[in-house]
Each structure stands twice: as C-alpha cells, then as structure tokens.
C-alpha cells in the first residue's frame, strides 16, 4: 500500500536529515521506501530526482554560509555531472524496470572504495594540487569545528576526478540517487578533498546534477506531483537541520552513519531486484 502525503512527509524529514550528513542525498533512502510500498520504480526515480534538489537546496545554504562548500570546486564537477545526469536520464525511459534494482544496487556497492583508508587531509596546503588546479584556483580552507582548527586543501588529479564526476552524473540521472556516495568517494579519493569539504561539496552538485535530470523525466511523463511535494517539503526540512550540526560531528561519526545506510540500501534493492525477475 502506497504511502499518503502525510506519511511520506514524515518519513522525508529525517531521510533528509541522514541524506544531507553523509553526502547521499535523501533520495537515495526514499527510492527504496517507496519501491517498497509498491511505487513503480520508474515513477519513484523520476519523483527522487525532485527530493535530490530539496536536500541539496536545503542542506547547501548552510554548508555555502559556513564556508564548507567550495562553490568553484562545485561549478567545476558539475560541468561533468550535468552532462551525464541527462544521459542516464534517458536510458532510464527506455529499459525494462526490473534491471534498475540490480544497477541501483550495484552503484551503491561503488561506496565501498571509501574503505581504501581515512583521507588524511592534514596534508594539503593551497600550494599542493596540480597545475590546472592551480591555474583554476581549486583550492580552499574551512574551520573544523570538531578538530578546532583550520584545514586548507587543493584539488588534485582536476582531469580525472572530472570524469569520475561524469560517472556520477550517469548514475544520478538513471537511478534518482543524487549519486552522492559516488561523488563523495571521487573527491576524498581522486581530488583528495577533505572529507567533510567532499561531503558538503556533494550537497551542492546534486541539486545542480538532479535538475538537469528532471528535465528529461518531466518530458517522459514519469514526474508524480503526489509524490513531489511531500518529498520536497519533508527532504528540505532534514536537510536543513542536517546542515547545522554536520560540522560539529567527529568525521569516523559520519562515516559509519554513511556506510550503515549504504549496506542497507544495497540489501534491499536486490531483494526487490531479485522478487521482480
């Protein structure tokens, strides 16, 4: 039985909460709920992509205010994001439902390569990076507020971390996620960003990612505005309260938070992949 407007609006707030800490976005939690009130998955991509923007919108503001997010960094990445996101949007239209379950949950699995150790990012400097990231100015400093004092970082490897952005785009726009797991795990581990610089900054991309993708699913048909709204409203809420305590919590906090619910997310998606074959 289908969740009503109400129940979905209180299900989105502390999905928007969990989505705007870890970098996942909060759709990459509601996909799986609604397919599991028996959402087509189809219709409930199309409808994430929506909640993407809310959670990005919501959480991004205070990561921008805080001066956690690097806009330049942001508006880099997404020139690559945007043009996968709307790749991926349109062969989500065109292929059988049943094999966006195991793709869903085969992307998640990618969160894994986080595991590769913690990013040590005491090491960087605005000097280091690489010529383009020098020449681009991809640099920045925050103030943790955990650790009580100022990190300074440079993107490295620009190139390539572009096209693993391009990747993550592919997979926002067919799967509704956001990707952000994805785009997390390319800038700690290609860019070498600071992991809470890589989560906020994630925050950013994804509304730009998923809005590119939307336009796709709103010509297809796919878009319910039953869904939207609860979702919008509920995602926006949590992400905003997310986004006023992310920087006060120790970094292995949100890491076990964000490999907890991927583990998750995975089970399920291939349960539901496995039922409907």
């Known amino acids: 039985?289908?969740?009503?407007?109400?129940?979905?609006?209180?299900?989105?707030?502390?999905?928007?909460?969990?989505g705007s800490l870890t970098g996942l976005?909060?759709?990459?939690?509601?996909?799986?709920?609604?397919?599991?009130?028996?959402?087509?998955?189809?219709?409930?991509i199309a409808s994430g992509m929506v909640g993407v923007i809310a959670t990005s919108s919501g959480s991004a503001a205070a990561y921008v205010r805080?001066?956690?997010?690097?806009?330049?960094?942001?508006m880099y990445l997404e020139m690559f994001t945007?043009?996968?996101?709307?790749?991926?949007?349109?062969?989500t239209t065109l292929i059988a439902p049943v094999y966006l379950y195991?793709?869903?949950?085969?992307?998640?699995?990618?969160?894994?390569?986080?595991?590769?150790?913690?990013?040590?990012?005491?090491?960087?400097?605005p000097a280091s990076g690489s010529r383009l990231s020098r020449r681009l100015e991809l640099k920045g400093?925050?103030?943790?507020?955990?650790?009580?004092e100022v990190v300074a970082y440079t993107a490295d490897r620009p190139l390539l971390g572009g096209l693993g952005m391009m990747v993550a785009g592919l997979a926002a726009g067919m799967l509704g996620i956001g990707a952000g797991a994805f785009k997390v795990t390319v800038q700690e581990n290609i860019l070498r960003l600071p992991s809470k610089v890589a989560s906020t900054t994630s925050n950013f991309i994804v509304g730009m990612t998923a809005l590119a993708g939307t336009s796709v699913y709103l010509f297809s048909g796919f878009l319910n505005l039953t869904l939207m709204a609860p979702m919008a409203i509920g995602t926006t809420l949590g992400a905003i309260a997310g986004g006023r305590v992310l920087n006060k919590l120790d970094d292995r906090i949100l890491r076990s938070l964000f490999f907890c619910v991927v583990i998750l997310l995975i089970v399920e998606m291939l349960y539901k992949g496995v039922a409907s074959w």
């Open 1 to 18: 039985m289908a969740p009503d407007m109400f129940s979905l609006l209180l299900i989105s707030i502390p999905v928007g909460f969990v």
């Open 25 to 44: 976005g909060g759709a990459s939690i509601l996909i799986p709920i609604m397919v599991l009130f028996g959402i087509p998955v189809k219709e409930a």
């Open 66 to 74: 805080e001066r956690i997010a690097n806009v330049k960094i942001a």
């Open 82 to 91: 945007s043009v996968g996101a709307i790749v991926g949007a349109t062969i």
């Open 102 to 125: 195991f793709f869903f949950a085969a992307f998640l699995m990618t969160s894994f390569l986080k595991l590769r150790g913690r990013p040590k990012t005491d090491r960087f400097s």
């Open 141 to 148: 400093t925050y103030f943790d507020e955990a650790r009580k």
